[in-house]
């Protein structure tokens, strides 16, 4: 296990005593009412888990000093960050000029991405399909945990905006708990895979 992931536990760690109350309800708390408090709490834990993880990745890989010509192209554009939205509609000539200087200035200096993690406040399957886009995870690996995943997001944005629609049991609490926890785990094992392989590197293939 490379050392950046034991980081990415212990950061995370925390979060299995949380989960293990979610679970259980030792207070008798009434059970709807339990299940709604609930899924907000899984869902942060959720989207936490992911935010901490990559800002974790990001920070090693900027420590690293790579050069921006030796490392993937996914990886220089994430560098360029908001850069690009320079170039959406029209452009003067000064826009463009200054995105290319940024642009040249990025390709001779060392890699650096900025910590900003946008989950767009809604991590379900469109959103991590694109994460793992961005650093070569294979999402693929998500398949069984995606659909419940997506329902405890939806449930989620219904409870915030105050829709009562929902009768949820603690079954329900221990499937969308357990979905996370899965994919918390399999996200963890796609960034050790990462930089096991150092899949940052241009040369890296697979």
């Known amino acids: 296990m490379h050392r950046v992931t034991e980081e990415i536990l212990a950061a995370n760690?925390?979060?299995?005593?949380?989960?293990?109350?979610?679970?259980?309800?030792?207070h008798g708390v009434d059970e709807r009412l339990w299940c709604r408090l609930c899924i907000p709490m899984i869902y942060a834990h959720w989207e936490g888990f992911?935010?901490?993880?990559?800002?974790?990745?990001?920070?090693?890989?900027?420590?690293?000093?790579?050069?921006?010509?030796?490392?993937?192209?996914?990886?220089?554009?994430?560098?360029?960050g908001d850069t690009f939205r320079t170039l959406s509609g029209k452009q003067s000539f000064d826009q463009r000029s200054a995105f290319i200087e940024k642009f040249r200035a990025l390709l001779n200096s060392s890699l650096r991405i900025a910590k900003k993690i946008d989950t767009k406040s809604n991590l379900k399957s469109d959103v991590l399909l694109e994460i793992c886009g961005m650093y070569g995870f294979?999402?693929?690996r998500f398949a069984d945990v995606t659909g419940d995943i997506d329902r405890l997001v939806n449930i989620r944005n219904s409870i915030a905006h105050g829709?009562?629609?929902f009768v949820l049991s603690q079954e329900n609490v221990e499937t969308y708990a357990s979905a996370v926890v899965t994919a918390m785990d399999i996200f963890r094992e796609e960034i050790d895979d990462f930089l096991d392989r150092e899949a940052y590197l241009a040369r890296c293939t697979a």
């Open 50 to 80: 992911v935010v901490t993880s990559l800002r974790i990745l990001i920070e090693h890989l900027n420590k690293m000093d790579l050069a921006t010509s030796a490392v993937q192209t996914r990886l220089v554009v994430i560098g360029l």
């Open 13 to 26: 760690e925390w979060r299995d005593s949380e989960f293990a109350k979610l679970r259980t309800n030792q």
């Open 138 to 140: 294979k999402f693929d």
């Open 163 to 165: 829709e009562n629609s």
